[in-house]
């Protein structure tokens, strides 16, 4: 009878059964080292373009964003959740290009895109084309942990977000007249019209009114984990679906505990070309560059090697964080490990 006994023991302890109820009796070790940093888009920003109290606005929203960040890693709460929090401030505010806010396309439409990544298991979930999805961030996070897809896109992605209760609105909440204004600007003027190429020389006059604003963030929570996330309306103007590089894995978010967590933002085709959040990757993982040194030189020498504009934020699993872009500004943000908050624009 005792022997039997022992030999259930034994069974279950090397039994699935067992190892589910060992692992559960394990609670996740917390540090207290947690870093996280923001981005708000980058262009050709002067400060002369900002009245004082526009810079202030921006910065409120992103300092609040950071703020609720900073609370959940104090709590506990895991990289990508932080990450979809971050962004859902921003999004929720109609100055950034993401969520309310977004810029309208050449059809008079706001046409959305995100994605998420988690560096621990190297899940993932994005979006693309989005109309009706009141928080982007949040459906690319329900595609990462509840399907079996990574990329979902347009009707299908919203037709998925309903079975799944994530909130759809009417495609009225998204509208902003100044960004409906900028579009009109853009449109009217056949000089400055985006053609079926893509012209840099679009993008220049873009800038000049302020299309920028797509957001993104990265963290490293208390666990060791780092994740990334980026949420955009894409490009003033733009036409036939045009999708960049913000949804796309690798190109304008990437995130892997093995290196760092990336966020960009800027002319989305150039970061396609480039591959460019993946490449801050390669760079310390293949040539044990830092997570700094990576960026600039994805940033600085091939970005601008290609002519493209634009920037990117990276965090890596010691909490260093960069901050790299090759215009004149880019809304951004962080708390970094020591608690030390900093938020800037020019
Ligand atoms: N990268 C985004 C896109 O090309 C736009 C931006 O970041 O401003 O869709």
Redesign the pocket.
């Known amino acids: 009878m005792k022997l039997k006994f022992y030999f259930l023991f034994f069974i279950l302890s090397f039994s699935s059964f067992g190892q589910v109820k060992m692992d559960s009796l394990k609670a996740p070790i917390m540090t207290s080292k947690f870093a996280l940093a923001l981005h708000g888009?980058?262009?050709n920003m002067v400060k002369r373009k900002f009245t004082p109290s526009e810079e202030e606005a921006y910065k409120k929203v992103m300092d609040e964003a950071l703020v609720l960040g900073y609370s959940m890693l104090e709590k506990g709460a895991t990289a990508t959740d932080v990450v979809e929090a971050v962004i859902k401030v921003m999004e929720d505010s109609p100055l950034f290009?993401a969520g309310k806010g977004a810029v309208f396309s050449n059809e008079g439409m706001n046409e959305m895109?995100a994605a998420i990544m988690n560096g621990k298991d190297l899940k993932c979930g994005a979006v693309t084309n989005l109309r009706k999805v009141k928080n982007p961030i949040s459906l690319a996070k329900e595609i990462m942990n509840n399907s079996q897809f990574v990329f979902l896109n347009g009707e299908g992605a919203e037709k998925f977000a309903k079975l799944q209760g994530i909130e759809i609105v009417d495609t009225s909440y998204f509208f902003v007249q100044k960004r409906w204004n900028e579009m009109l600007k853009i449109r009217d003027s056949s000089k400055t019209q985006l053609d079926n190429e893509g012209s840099s020389g679009a993008i220049d006059d873009l800038d000049s009114i302020n299309?920028?604003?797509?957001v993104g963030c990265v963290v490293l929570d208390g666990y060791g984990n780092i994740a990334a996330g980026?949420s955009?309306?894409?490009?003033t103007n733009?036409k036939f679906n045009?999708?960049?590089?913000?949804p796309l894995i690798g190109s304008?978010t990437y995130a892997n505990n093995e290196s760092c967590a990336v966020s960009?933002?800027?002319?989305?085709?150039d970061?396609i070309r480039l591959v460019a959040a993946h490449q801050v990757h390669s760079y310390m993982f293949f040539k044990h560059k830092n997570v700094e040194k990576a960026a600039e030189i994805v940033i600085k020498k091939e970005l601008t090697g290609i002519g493209g504009r634009?920037g990117l934020i990276a965090i890596d699993r010691q909490g260093r964080i960069t901050f790299q872009f090759n215009t004149t500004g880019m809304f951004r943000g962080s708390i970094d490990t020591k608690g030390e908050k900093f938020v800037a624009i020019y």
């Open positions: 888009g980058a262009g290009n895109d299309k920028f604003g797509t980026t955009t309306g894409g490009i733009k045009r999708i960049g590089d913000s304008g960009c933002t800027g002319h989305g085709e970061f634009g």
